[in-house]
């Protein structure tokens, strides 16, 4: 059963969601909408005591390094931050990504890649792709990198996997994605059946992300919705979402798509979570409890292909 304190800040979810849609917020620029959702992450929590934050350039591209003093240097998540590929950065998704690399005991590298409008696909792809060849070209091991990200940014490590692999290229260890947005045709059950349940996204929001995202092309195109992609091939995956989100019917549709491929699956759906509840880890339970989860499993895939 979900914790009280759940119950409490998916009612507050609810509310905040519902003054940021207002019609004075969606006539702003892009500039001031991305702004705000900036000061909304920043929000959400701190780094963790100890985290030692490294800001770095590959190229165009803005990223930095999050580690500990006990973090394994030799070992790396790449994680991609969400935000429906129009929205996100460092500044929203930091204190997630840094509290997955404590648990798990390793450093993460986290990317800002190019975002839609000005950038559809397939730049986020690339940008993903190049962070990846970059750490390589550092000395790190295929075997010792894990790619990870939530929403759009699950979507994206799923994707990036899959160009890799298309070009004979060394795969990751693993992709943990979490509430992955994988499926850009809204096409699954939960669109309709968690409408009224999930107290952040809306299915009008996600269809217009979607079309923005997909530029010219369509949506059902495998490297845009990857759960029409064949994923054989693919290193083993963590899969977490949440039984009130809109996007649950994702999260299953790319675990059925890749068993069928012969991925190894772990496939958690989270009584009650709602959209990357994960990142709520200073106020709720089970989002402490989903990072020990993630952290886990990174541990495990790190000590298999050590061997």
């Known amino acids: 059963m979900p914790s009280f304190q759940n119950f409490i800040f998916e009612k507050l979810m609810k509310l905040s969601v519902k003054r940021l849609a207002t019609k004075k917020l969606r006539e702003r620029g892009l500039t001031e909408r991305r702004k705000k959702f900036d000061e909304i992450g920043a929000k959400l929590g701190k780094l963790p005591e100890h985290c030692l934050?490294?800001?770095?350039?590959?190229?165009?591209?803005?990223?930095?390094?999050?580690?500990?003093?006990?973090?394994?240097?030799?070992?790396?998540?790449?994680?991609?931050?969400?935000?429906?590929?129009?929205?996100?950065?460092?500044?929203?998704?930091r204190t997630l990504a840094a509290r997955i690399g404590q648990t798990a005991g390793v450093k993460v590298f986290l990317p800002e890649y190019r975002l839609a409008p000005e950038h559809p696909f397939p730049a986020a792809i690339e940008d993903a792709v190049q962070a990846y060849r970059w750490l390589l070209r550092q000395g790190f091991h295929p075997t010792d990198i894990i790619f990870a990200g939530d929403s759009a940014g699950a979507g994206l490590s799923v994707s990036a996997s899959l160009v890799l692999r298309d070009q004979n290229e060394p795969l990751p260890a693993a992709i943990i994605c979490l509430s992955p947005w994988v499926d850009l045709t809204s096409s699954g059950e939960s669109y309709l059946k968690n409408q009224q349940e999930d107290p952040y996204l809306t299915v009008g929001a996600v269809k217009r992300a979607a079309r923005l995202y997909a530029g010219e092309e369509r949506l059902d195109h495998p490297l845009i919705s990857p759960v029409f992609a064949d994923l054989t091939g693919l290193p083993p995956m963590l899969i977490q979402s949440g039984s009130h989100e809109i996007l649950q019917s994702d999260a299953e549709k790319l675990a059925t798509q890749a068993r069928l491929g012969g991925v190894d699956v772990t496939l958690q759906i989270w009584e009650g979570m709602w959209h990357v509840w994960q990142i709520s880890g200073r106020f709720l339970?089970?989002?402490?409890?989903?990072?020990?989860?993630?952290?886990?499993?990174?541990?495990?895939?790190?000590?298999?292909?050590?061997?």
């Open 285 to 307: 339970p089970e989002a402490r409890k989903a990072v020990d989860q993630i952290g886990l499993f990174a541990r495990k895939i790190f000590q298999q292909k050590r061997k």
């Open 53 to 93: 934050r490294q800001p770095i350039r590959i190229g165009d591209m803005n990223a930095e390094w999050l580690a500990y003093p006990t973090s394994n240097e030799y070992k790396v998540i790449l994680y991609l931050h969400g935000g429906a590929y129009e929205y996100g950065s460092a500044n929203t998704h």
